[in-house]
Each structure stands twice: as C-alpha cells, then as structure tokens.
C-alpha cells in the first residue's frame, strides 16, 4: 500500500513528497501573481509562505538526520548519499523555476513571504557544504536584492531589540543567507567595507553563552506562528551560528581588524570557543584559524587572552573527533607567523607539550584535511628547537630495544608512517597518461599529501644538520694567538643558519643546507656516528619510505616529480652515514 503524504503539519520526508510540494509552491505563486487585489491575492500569499516554510522545514529535519549519520567525518561532504542531498537536487533541479518563485517572495513587501523564502534558501545551502554559493544564490547577487539583504544583516543590536519577531526570524535568516554568499570572493570583498562587520560584533555581545532556558528564549521572544519546527532557543543558537560564519569568512581580511579590536572581538572568540553548543564551537574555531593570519590578534590571542590553553582543551574534550580539522587551521596559523611561534615556545612547559603531542597525535587522525594542516604546521614548527626537541623526544630514547608502542608516539614515526599511506595510494595510480581519464579527487589529495609530507621531513632533516654545524662551531677551539680566523663563503653561511636564541626559528635554505653539506663531504664538519636523526630515521625504515616515494613519481601525477626530488634530498643527507648506505 502506498502510505498516505504527510499532514501539513508534518514535514517531507521523501522524494516523490518534496516535489510535490515544489510543484504545489510554483502553482500557488503563479495565481498569486496573476491576480489583483488584496482580497484574492492574499489567501495565495499565505498558501505560499506555508508551502516555502515546510519545504524549508524538510531540509532541515534532512540535514540534521544526515549530520547525526554514524560514520560521518567532518569536511567531507557526504549529502548525495542521502536524503538531503536527493531533496536538494529536486529543488535546484526542478523545471518549476524556484529561484524565480524563491527571490520574488524575498523581493515582496511582506515580511512572512521575506522570511519563509530566506529560510528555504539558507536550508537548501547547508553551512560548510561547499566553497561556493550553490547556484540558486547568483540570483540575489542582482544589485536590488543584495542591497536589501545587506541592509538587513547590518541592522544595529538597538534595532534588533525593538523588532516584532517575524522581522526578527527574518535577520536571523539574512544573517544565514549572507553566510553562504560570503563565500564568494567578490561578496566579501565589499562587505568588509561596509557596516555589517560591526554589526555583526555588536549583536554577538548580545546573544546568551547558552540556548537552554528563559535567556536564550528572551533573546529571540515568540515565534511567528507559520515557522514550524523551530524553537526560539533553536532560533537563537542559529542567530550565534550564522554570524560567527559570517566573521570568519571576512577573519583574513585586514578591514575587519579596527571594528574587531574595537568592539572586544577577542572576546567574543573566546565566548565562542567556550560554548557547548558543537557547531557554534566550531564556527569559533574556525573563526580563530582566520583571524591568526593578523599578527596583532595572534599575539594577544597567545600573550593575554591564554587562547593556546583553549585550544588544547579542546583538543582534549568529548567532541575532540569533530574539532580535529578546525584545530589543525589554528595551529597552521600560530605556526604561520614566526614572532607568534617564538611566543608559542615560550608558553609553560606544560601547555607547550600537551600542544606539540596533540600535533603529533594529529598526523595519525583518519581525517584529511587535518592531515594536510598538521603536516604544513610541522614544516614550519620544526625550525624551532623546542619544537624539534618535543617532535624526535620519543624517537631518541628508543634505542635498538625499543617496543613499538612508544616508537609508534614519535613524531618522525608517524610523519613516515603517514608519508608511506600517501606515497601508495600515488602509486596505485599507474601512469596518468592524457589519454585516460583523470585520479579521482582522494587519490589527488593524498598525492598532494604525500608531497608535503616529504617537504616536511626534509625541512626535519635540514633542521638538524644547521644545528649540528652551529653546535660544532661553538664547540670548536678559538683561533691561535696572532692569527685571524679563516671565513669563507661556506662559513659565513653555516654560522648564520642558527640564531643565537633557543626560541627563535632556525634559518634553512636550499644555499645554506648546499654549503653545509660540501662542508660534511670535505671533512670539515664530521657527522656523530649514531647521529639521532639519521639513526631514527632508518630505525623506521624511512629509507624504504623515501624510495617508495621516488618510485611513485613515475605516475605522472601533477606535481610528482617534485615531490621525488624532496624524497631524493633527504636520501642525499641520510646516506652522508656509512650505516645509510649499508642499508640502501
């Protein structure tokens, strides 16, 4: 038997339901247009905000089932698989023109038909979707209705304040659909410079730190009644959510930085980075990974506000698995600004430890993107000491006896063992002849992977050799009496790849790490015969790794030969040990 379409009351919860339901909106809105007069036009008008505001509600009900899926990871979008990915394609895919009926109930006069047309957008374009507004959203970039959304969302606390709650929902919404629109490049290029930004900070102030009880439903008041399914704590945490992802998608931008300071945006991200609510947590997070770009927030975020501690708290809570990715973006932003790491360093040994161990931790996360976040934080990280020192601590006390449980916590373990994964699954490739269609996107990430993994592990190794040679300068006898010290090109280099300070970055490249090596194949600088590095590094069969490496750039995958050429580097300097070439 087939089972009888939901009560109106209820939203749809399959296919063949939903489109009825679009159809039955492009239907109404037609009569709707067609007629003159209050009197028959508005029984259609809200026929129309019903239908819109249950398909809203559909998505929505679709999207949460799909977010509370077991099995889903963060970042990886996985909605095709499943209802709301089916709902949405029936939406945008339609013959019934929905952008047509969608921006024109945005466009009318009535605030109901403006807020149900502004729900139904943002549902059909889930937050963290995609890197793009999907494309039912180039119809707002048409100069009338951007005018009105920007007006919406730059709406002042005081003004918000004193709204009735239809024209309250609809700031909620706005604030959501401009959300998606940042996303494009050109949007936010102009809305940083406009009023919205402060806007936005003020009316944070204003929220409550929890949805739950009479704070957070004061906050929004009562609800119109044709929005079904919603709550005002619901409707609150979404008002958090939307502007918080606004924020972040202007964090980079250096405009945003005067009305941040000025209406005590460090702050607020540490509200945000406080609350229980996950995606509102997130959203933080993200947030703080952004705004790390500007030194001037990094260094009050690290020096005052003891936001590394946050962090880490984080990385330690329930919802760890969720943040892992996010966490990643921020500590690829500490690491990005020199200055700000050498603060990172200076941090209590306590904080500083558990940071680096959840780093590392990190390089063994099933997740991709903070993977590729981790990795770019180590090639960066590990020119400082105290870094390195906490990166190799397991490996260098692992000896010839050491049990694979505490090899398998170093950092140089897992970076290898990550950099074997990625090398395989390039090599499993074949040749990528222009002829045969291309890799599939996963196999191009872990490539990609791959090659900044042996960038990594090369900078690790080159680390090592800079200090070497300024530890055997120091410890070198000073000259005879009468006689001035011999400096040639090669020294002066090697004598400036190491800053005197233990805290400050040590400078590689690839002229200074030439020069040391000459210097180590003349016999000038003499390696330890169980230098750690090298010793560690065959200790985990990294010369296998770095061969594998060389053998999978005969693919032809984009970028492969450069990622050889890393791998090459680092057998050069591994096989400077007479060991090295026993076991090669």
Known sequence: AVPPPPAPDEPYTDEEDFATGVYELYRAYTAFTAVTGPAASRPLLIECVALTDRLAWSLEVAEADYASAPGRLPYVNQRQEHLIGTLISVLTETDESPEEVVVGLLLSEDPAAQTAAARLLVASAPLYSDKAPPPIFHVLREESAFERLTAWVATSAEEEAAMDPIKKALLVFATGLLAVLLLDRDVADYIVRTPVPTAL???????????????AEAAQGPLPPFLQGLTPQ?????????????????????EVLAPFFQEEGVELVLQGLQRM????????IELTSRLLAHKK???????????????????????????????????????????????VCRLPSSTFHRLVSYAISLLRCPQEAAQ???????????????????????????GSSSSSSNSS??????????????????????????SLPPPPLSTQRRGQLAHFTTLCLRHHLRVHLAILASTAEADAPPPLPGKRPRLNSQDLTASSAVPSSFFRPVEVDDNATEALLARVRTGVLVLPPNWAPLQNLLHHRGLLVLLGVVASSATGRA?????????????EMATLLPAAIEEA
């Not at 900070?201 to 704070?215: E, N, V």
């Not at 609510?277 to 933080?284: F, G, H, N, P, V």
């Not at 990280?381 to 006390?397: G, N």
């Not at 950092?411 to 063992?417: I, M, R, T």
């Open 277 to 284: 609510d996950l995606s509102c947590r997130l959203a933080a």
């Open 409 to 434: 916590s170093s950092g140089l373990y897992s970076l290898l063992n990550l950099l074997r994964s990625g090398s395989s699954s390039s090599s499993s490739l074949g040749n990528n002849h222009p």
């Open 559 to 571: 970028g492969a030969a450069e990622t050889a050429k890393y791998a090459l580097d680092c057998l």
């Open 297 to 343: 927030f990094a260094m009050c975020f690290v020096q005052d506000a003891a936001g590394v501690d946050k962090l880490v708290e984080l990385s330690e809570g329930e919802q760890a698995f969720q943040l892992h990715a996010a966490l990643a973006m921020c500590l690829f932003g500490l690491a990005s600004l020199s200055n700000v790491m050498e603060e």
């Open 234 to 254: 619901e409707m609150t945490r979404r008002a958090v959510l939307y502007r918080l992802s606004c924020l972040t998608a202007m964090g980079e931008y250096q």
């Open 201 to 215: 900070l003020k009316r944070l102030h204003t929220a409550p730190q929890s949805f739950d009880g009479d704070k």
């Open 372 to 398: 590729k976040s981790i990795v770019l934080f180590f090639g960066m990280a590990l020119a400082f000491r105290p870094v390195l020192q906490a990166f190799d601590a397991t490996a260098d006390e692992h």
